[in-house]
Structure formats: structure tokens, C-alpha cells
Nanobody
């Protein structure tokens, strides 16, 4: 019931900032938890951050805590990922995902999400 499209990726230098956007279609968007994942070449898909359906609870990976911020706007059907102080290790394809997740302990697993965007490339040079 949900389609997701990411945008905002690009090539930046270490220390720069980027803002990623996930645009969703579907009237049930507000009932889903939303997450951002990333995948670098030769690596497994990695959890970045998630936000619950109401937007009042967020969960960040330790690697991005203090640098990245997630915000959702259910009225606009969008989720934003503000990325600051970018590092070369942040280079990856970034995916947004949606899922009807009821347990906090499963929010970091990509297997818990039902819908995925096609991804947007973020490249950070040193």
C-alpha cells in the first residue's frame, strides 16, 4: 500500500552535510514505522535510524548518533534524514523503508520492513 522514492544524495567532502528525502504515496503512510538503511559495496545492509508512526520515538545507530537526524511529516507523506559531519565511512546507497512494526527490538532489522525505495547514492570523499 506504500511506494517510496528517495532523493537528495550526491558527492560531498568529509565534514559536509546532506539532506535526504523519502516521498511516500499511499493513504496508510501514517500508520507505518519508517527507517533508513544503507549499503556500501561488499557489505550487508546496515541500520541507520528509525522513527515510529507518531514521530515521537526515534532510534539511531551508534555510528550516526549525534550527526544524523530523522524527521517525519505525515501530512506531507515525507521523511527527512539530515546528515551532518559526514565521513567517508558514510558512503553507501541509502534506502528508506516502511513497516508495520510493533516491537522496538525488531526496528533495526531490515527483515522487519515491508516496503523499500530504490535508494539514493551518497559519496563522501576524504
Amino acid at each position: 500500500q506504500v511506494q517510496l522514492v528517495e532523493s537528495g544524495g550526491g558527492l560531498v567532502q568529509a565534514g559536509d552535510s546532506l539532506r535526504l528525502s523519502c516521498a511516500a504515496s499511499g493513504r496508510t503512510f501514517s500508520s507505518y514505522a519508517m527507517g533508513w538503511f544503507r549499503q556500501a559495496p561488499g557489505k550487508e545492509r546496515e541500520f541507520v535510524v528509525a522513527i515510529n508512526w507518531s514521530g515521537d520515538n526515534t532510534y539511531y545507530a551508534d555510528s550516526v548518533k549525534g550527526r544524523f537526524i530523522i524527521v517525519r511529516n505525515n501530512a506531507r507523506n515525507t521523511v527527512l534524514l539530515q546528515m551532518n559531519s559526514l565521513k567517508p565511512e558514510d558512503t553507501a546507497v541509502y534506502y528508506c523503508a516502511a513497516g508495520k512494526i510493533t516491537s522496538v527490538t525488531t526496528m533495526t532489522s531490515p527483515h522487519s520492513y515491508d516496503y523499500w525505495g530504490q535508494g539514493t547514492q551518497v559519496t563522501v570523499s576524504s
